[in-house]
């Protein structure tokens, strides 16, 4: 018992500085290998937070850009919606200046049964020119060729003195006398409202003149003699003394009884 005692003691002694040598050795390596962790995890992170950085700046940039188009787009529609309302603001005005013509010169349009029972003086009228347009089957329109004859008759309005505008609607045989007469004074008022609104010819120039389904210019058995009779001819008259019409009259007939 004696000689186990100094044994233990020893056992005891050796042990200790080995662990305190060992500790010592195991700091630097722990130190060293913390300091390669932070690093490591330095050099990984540092990308991701730039690359990320990178992204915001970049949302931030696409935001403003769509801020600035949507603003540009914006004041497009504006300016769009006022060219818009601008256009129809003219074009009402414009529509309101030619019905108002148009309804000037039917007021003001001399109308009767033949020129000679208004014009007192006709016999000093000479024709200066001519032209006649023609309709479709019971249609009052102006063609797109119509309208280009009444542009180039209109020309030679400039140069003309103290003249009238005869103006003389018929129609076939197809239909009542009544509906007809009616159907040839509509015919002629379409030829002066267009050129009382396209070429600025005064109302009381005119003389209107309804015949209906009389004084055929071709035969009525025919389709195309029909379609020759669905006319309007149009007349310029110019008075070689230079004097007005004599005591014109502006009343407007009635339609002719109905003979059928």
Do not use: W
Not at 64 to 86: C, K, L
Request: proline share 3%; charged share 15%.
């Amino acid at each position: 018992m004696t000689q186990t005692k100094p044994a233990q003691t020893k056992s005891r002694s050796l042990t200790s500085p080995a662990l305190y040598a060992i500790s010592a050795l195991a700091m630097p390596v722990l130190l060293v290998t913390g300091c390669t962790t932070k690093n490591y995890v330095r050099s990984q992170t540092e990308p991701i937070i730039q690359h990320t950085n990178e992204l915001d700046d970049a949302t931030a940039r696409n935001n403003r850009n769509i801020h600035d188009v949507d603003q540009r787009a914006q004041a497009g529609i504006q300016q769009a919606q006022t060219s818009a309302t601008n256009a129809s603001q003219q074009a009402q005005t414009a529509n309101q200046a030619a019905t108002q013509a148009q309804a000037s010169a039917a007021d003001a349009v001399h109308q009767a049964d033949s020129l000679g029972s208004v014009v007192a003086n006709l016999d000093n009228y000479k024709q200066v020119a001519e032209v006649s347009v023609n309709f479709a089957f019971d249609k009052a329109d102006l063609s797109k060729a119509d309208r280009a004859q009444l542009d180039q008759f209109a020309a030679q309005l400039s140069g003309t003195k103290s003249y009238i505008v005869e103006v003389t609607g018929g129609t076939d045989s197809v239909g009542s006398a009544a509906y007809n007469y009616d159907l040839s004074q509509r015919r002629a008022r379409s030829v002066v409202q267009y050129l009382a609104a396209q070429h600025n010819v005064p109302a009381h120039k005119f003389y209107l003149i309804g015949i209906g389904k009389d004084q055929a210019v071709a035969s009525n058995s025919t389709a195309a003699g029909r379609a020759q009779n669905r006319r309007v001819e149009i007349q310029l008259l110019s008075n070689m003394t230079g004097q007005p019409p004599a005591a014109p009259t502006t009343s407007k007939l009635s339609a002719p009884a109905n003979t059928n």
